[in-house]
């Protein structure tokens, strides 16, 4: 009796953001149950999956080295590999310092998730949300005193969160007035 030729074929990764893993769709032909085998980071794993589609929710790490056997001890092998390092997009203030030299203050942001993230703020001076794009996962910006909430979050994965982190700035100028000379911070001497 002739058998179906075992494979194994995957789907595009995606990263789910409630779990905090990555779904690979995986659609075999053959005769079930199937037995696969598979490496995590250099560690053997074996599941039985009984129907031709089939979820993998995986963590980060490199998997490869795939393989499966049906009932009638067919084999199919497949070189893929994955490498997994996602992670949930989460945002903090580093540093606030005033800088003299512009008359503002510099916030240092750092961030981490799937690049580019989008991080919203309130600004209230400008009395409406700002949003800032984050291609590397540090970023300066430039500041006038008021309140600012930084909120609202979202990453390359869809993935969403909300540090929710008020601060205010309230920076006095520095001024120096000497006979014939007036300096305020930011400008030139006069």
């Known amino acids: 009796m002739k058998h179906p030729i075992n494979s194994i074929q995957f ?7 409630d779990s905090s893993k990555h779904l690979l769709n995986l659609q075999l032909t053959g005769s ?9 980071n250099g560690v053997s794993h074996q599941e039985t999956i009984t129907s031709n589609t089939h979820a993998l929710m995986l963590s980060n790490g490199v998997y490869e080295s795939f393989n499966i056997k049906d009932i009638h ?5 497949v070189s893929n590999q994955f490498n997994f390092q996602s992670q949930l997009p989460s945002g903090q203030i580093t540093q606030v310092q005033y800088d003299c030299a512009k ?5 240092s942001l750092q961030t981490s998730g799937q690049l580019p993230i989008n991080w919203t703020y309130y600004d209230s001076l400008q009395q409406n ?4 794009v984050f291609n590397q996962a540090n970023q300066d910006i430039l500041l006038n005193n008021g309140y600012y909430r930084f909120g609202m979050m979202s990453d390359a994965n869809q993935c969403q969160a909300n540090p929710d982190t008020l601060i ?16 305020t911070c930011g400008d030139s001497f006069e």
């Open 32 to 40: 079930s149950p199937w037995q696969l085998n598979y490496q995590m």
């Open 73 to 77: 001890q067919c084999e199919a092998s």
């Open 11 to 17: 789907s595009t990764p995606q990263f789910i953001c």
């Open 129 to 132: 949300n700002q949003t800032l």
């Open 103 to 107: 008359n503002e203050t510099r916030i």
């Open 168 to 183: 205010q700035i309230n920076e006095e100028v520095l001024q120096l007035n000497f006979p014939g000379i007036q300096y």
